[in-house]
């Protein structure tokens, strides 16, 4: 099993400057290499403060002139945000910078708040129409000469400018829950990338039986790969009260996210308050105590316990997303632990 890091630039005030977010996101890339992780991760987000990615493309290109081996995945891109052609070049382009090191991943979008602003207003659930669209259109513009006639974009013959380093081309990944998504990604030769979000380990063996169904179903498809993305924080063995702060820090994240993704009040200067705990008073999953235990939290025993039941069920990437609202100091320390004692156990 192969080890990612997810990162984002997340800001809860203003007492830390974006400036400093940038250092610290790189400082952790830098880490993650140096310590045997093989992809980092950035995704798009637009106007939140809490998750700063209004696009992966440029974090990562300066990430690829601060390393040499670290493969570098725009995840996700959110396809009714983009034109074919600019997924096709934009991809191509990093894959030049980095030579050869990119990943790209698309979802359809789910804040109802960006596809407002961004999609005048398109139902975020109908994002899957442009990705079904986008994914095979992008395909055929890094192959060469395309033209288009879909539902959604329609263009002439063109091509990708520049041509991708990787062939025949870069690995391409589709955020996938239920079967229908799951199916598609495999039937396009995508590799698919999964989150239980605050459900346990049972809906990882039932996310990953989803993707056995689509591999199985499609058997003309070389073996695609499935990443497991999850919230993780690994504290030292002697602290038995290591993983509260954790699991606070990640219930902080999931009120705000359900904040923004509610898009009940607009936010002020990209800010939105948490929801309140008192709102989750019969929401379980929510309580620190759930969350200790379906996040990825742990000293680094019980967290290699975990990553070795992932691996049994046939996961191929794990990727430790860093977002939980705790600060840079604390962040590095679960990287470090996690580096020198969880990855050794998996070498």
Not at 17 to 30: A, K
Not at 248 to 258: H, P, S
Not at 293 to 307: C, F, N, Q, S, Y
Not at 313 to 335: A, M, Y
Request: proline letters at 8%; charged letters at 25%.
């Amino acid at each position: 099993m192969r080890f990612s890091l997810f990162v984002h630039m997340e800001r809860w005030d203003e007492s830390v400057t974006h400036r400093q977010l940038f250092e610290n996101l790189t400082e952790l890339t830098v880490m993650a290499e140096a310590g045997g992780f093989e992809t980092v991760w950035i995704g798009e987000h637009h106007a939140m403060e809490y998750t700063i990615a209004p696009s992966p493309m440029p974090l990562l290109a300066y990430l690829a002139g601060q390393t040499s081996t670290i493969r570098l995945g725009a995840g996700t891109i959110i396809a009714p945000f983009w034109h074919p052609i600019r997924v096709a070049g934009e991809c191509a382009l990093l894959d030049v910078i980095s030579n050869g090191r990119m990943e790209v991943g698309l979802a359809r979008g789910a804040y109802q708040f960006e596809f407002d602003r961004l999609a005048g207003g398109l139902p975020a659930g109908d994002g899957g129409k442009h990705l079904r669209e986008l994914v095979p259109a992008v395909r055929e513009l890094w192959k060469g000469d395309y033209a288009h006639d879909g539902e959604i974009w329609q263009f002439p013959t063109s091509t990708s400018v520049p041509k991708p380093v990787q062939k025949p081309m870069p690995p391409m990944w589709v955020a996938a829950r239920d079967p229908a998504s799951h199916d598609f990604a495999v039937a396009q030769g995508c590799n698919v990338m999964v989150t239980p979000l605050m459900k346990g380990d049972e809906e990882v063996a039932d996310l990953k039986g989803k993707f056995d169904t689509a591999v199985a179903n499609h058997p003309e498809v070389p073996q695609p790969e499935i990443m497991v993305l999850r919230h993780t924080y690994v504290h030292p063995a002697d602290d038995p009260e290591g993983w509260r702060p954790a699991a606070e820090g990640i219930q902080k994240f999931y009120r705000t996210f359900d904040a923004w993704f509610g898009n009940k009040t607009d936010p002020v200067n990209g800010f939105h308050d948490p929801s309140p705990e008192s709102k989750f008073a019969e929401r379980p999953e929510f309580s620190p105590e759930s969350l200790h235990k379906t996040a990825m939290i742990g000293t680094p025993e019980e967290v290699i316990d975990r990553l070795r039941y992932y691996e049994e069920l046939g996961i191929t990437e794990f990727s430790f997303w860093t977002d939980n609202t705790l600060s840079h100091e604390e962040k590095r320390k679960s990287l470090e632990l996690f580096i020198n004692e969880v990855i050794p156990a998996f070498r």
